[in-house]
């Protein structure tokens, strides 16, 4: 875990996610949702998360299924919204 968290961003926990009655997983960072999801992806997630050993590994989990989503080109389009 160590080698995939060189710059020490997972510390932080920039990462949460809800669940609401139907199972359907919203993945936020910082507290803006970038991902949502539903049915077999949703239920191989929370199954992952259950048996995660610590914050940081769920962390890493949600890191993952959010995939990169950051491309650089949050800064130019954030004024335009």
Sequence with gaps: MDNINKRNR????????????DNTVFIDYHGKQ?????G?????LLRRIS????????QLLLA???G??????EIKFKNKR
């Design 10 to 21: 997972l510390e932080d926990a920039p990462f949460s996610y809800r669940v609401n009655k």
């Design 51 to 58: 048996s995660a050993q610590n914050d940081k590994s769920i």
């Design 40 to 44: 077999k992806e949703a239920e191989r």
């Design 68 to 73: 990169n989503f950051k491309r650089g080109n």
């Design 64 to 66: 993952k299924v959010t």
């Design 34 to 38: 970038v991902k949502i999801l539903k």
